[in-house]
C-alpha cells in the first residue's frame, strides 16, 4: 500500500516538475529496440534526484554524464542545480530526439549557464570521459555493456588520475557485484527510502554512491547483501 501511495505521489511530484521545467519527460515507455541491451524509459524520480543533488553539490568544475539519458531529465535537473557541464548518452534514436526537445524547451523557460550535449550512439563507443567526474546510472543496459563502459571509465582514471562518484539508481544486484570485485571504487553512501520495495534484482528503491577517494568512509560490502539476500534500510 505504502509504495502505491508513493509511486501515485511522485507520478503528479512529476507532471508538476516538469511543467517547471518546461519539458515532458514522465511515462514509461516499451522501447522496442534491442530489449534484451538496453532498457526500456523509465526517468529518475525529480524529489530523489534533487534529493541526490542537494547532498552531493556540484562545483564549478563538475562534469556529470547519464549514460542512457532518455528525455533528459537527469540532464536538466543537474543544469538546474548549477552543474557547468553535463553530457547525455542515448542509443535510441526517439529518445535522443525527445531529449534534443526537451533541451530546447528547457533552454527556453530557463535561464542556464550549462554547457549540455546529447549523444545518439551506443555508451560502449563514447570515450571522451577524461573531464568527467560524475557518472549516474539506472540501469541503462546490460550487465555486459556495462562492465564495457566500466572499463573505459578505469582507463581514464588511470590515465587522468582524480575523484570520480559514481551514481546508481535502483542498482541491479549483479552491477553492484562487479564493482565490489573491482577493488576500484568504494561505497560511501546509500540513500534509500524505508518501506519502499524495489524491483526485482534491485539492491534497494534509491542510491548507491562509489567513489574512487582512498579516505572515503568505510562501509560494509554489498557482498554481504548479495549473499543474504536482503536489502538495506535508509532514510525516508
Known amino acids: 500500500m505504502k509504495t502505491i501511495i508513493y509511486k501515485k505521489y511522485h507520478s503528479v511530484t512529476d507532471y508538476f516538475m516538469d511543467i517547471k521545467y518546461g519539458v515532458k519527460t514522465s511515462k514509461y515507455k516499451i522501447l522496442e529496440e534491442n530489449r534484451t541491451i538496453h532498457g526500456n524509459y523509465e526517468p529518475t524520480l525529480y524529489l530523489e534526484l534533487n534529493r541526490l543533488f542537494s547532498k552531493y553539490p556540484f562545483s564549478s568544475n563538475d562534469h556529470i554524464i547519464d549514460y542512457g539519458c532518455g528525455k533528459g531529465r537527469v540532464l536538466f535537473v543537474a543544469a538546474y542545480n548549477r552543474c557547468r557541464n553535463i553530457t547525455g548518452i542515448e542509443i535510441n534514436k526517439e529518445m535522443y530526439i525527445a531529449a534534443l526537445e526537451n533541451l530546447d524547451r528547457f533552454k527556453s523557460k530557463n535561464r542556464t549557464n550549462s554547457i549540455i550535449n546529447i549523444y545518439n550512439m551506443d555508451a560502449k563507443d563514447y570515450n571522451s570521459l577524461d573531464e568527467i567526474n ?103
Do not use: A
Not at 582507463?155 to 587522468?160: L, T
Not at 546509500?190 to 518501506?195: W, Y
Not at 520495495?197 to 567513489?211: A, K, M, Q, R, T
Open 134 to 236: 560524475k557518472f549516474f546510472f539506472f540501469n541503462p543496459f546490460h550487465l555486459k555493456v556495462f562492465l564495457k563502459v566500466f572499463n573505459l571509465i578505469h582507463s581514464s582514471i588511470e590515465k587522468h588520475p582524480r575523484e570520480v562518484t559514481l551514481f546508481f539508481y535502483m542498482p541491479v544486484m549483479s552491477w553492484i557485484q562487479e564493482i565490489e570485485k573491482s577493488n576500484i571504487f568504494r561505497l560511501v553512501d546509500e540513500i534509500f527510502i524505508n518501506n519502499i520495495e524495489p524491483y526485482d534484482d534491485c539492491v534497494g528503491f534509491g542510491f548507491l554512491v562509489y567513489s574512487n577517494i582512498s579516505e572515503c568512509i568505510e562501509k560494509n560490502s554489498y557482498r554481504s547483501i548479495c549473499c543474504n539476500k536482503t536489502h538495506p534500510s535508509g532514510n525516508m
